[in-house]
């Protein structure tokens, strides 16, 4: 799998496409397409357009700006990968 370039949103922030990053890092993620969301590592879900995610047992986190689906490529902030 090639990696997809990071852009910036419109408001500046750096996304990055979330499953071949995380396919890169050993991250399990799962996409489901009737909900719009991924499941990372099992316990973290993000939704397309939502600006947080929610860790399993907890309170939704805000990210700021939202995931965004491009091209069937999903992209979240690049300081995402490091919550």
């Known amino acids: 799998m090639s990696l997809s370039l990071p852009y910036k949103g ?9 499953f071949p990053v995380a396919e890169k890092l050993g991250i399990k993620a799962e996409w489901n397409e009737e909900e719009q969301s991924a499941l990372i590592n099992g316990d973290i879900r993000i939704w397309v357009d939502a600006d ?3 860790k399993e047992n907890s309170d ?8 965004q689906l491009i091209d069937d490529i999903l992209y979240v902030p690049m300081y995402f990968s490091s919550m």
């Open 10 to 18: 419109f408001d500046g922030v750096i996304l990055i496409p979330i």
């Open 52 to 54: 947080y995610y929610v």
């Open 60 to 67: 939704p986190v805000t990210f700021g700006p939202a995931p």
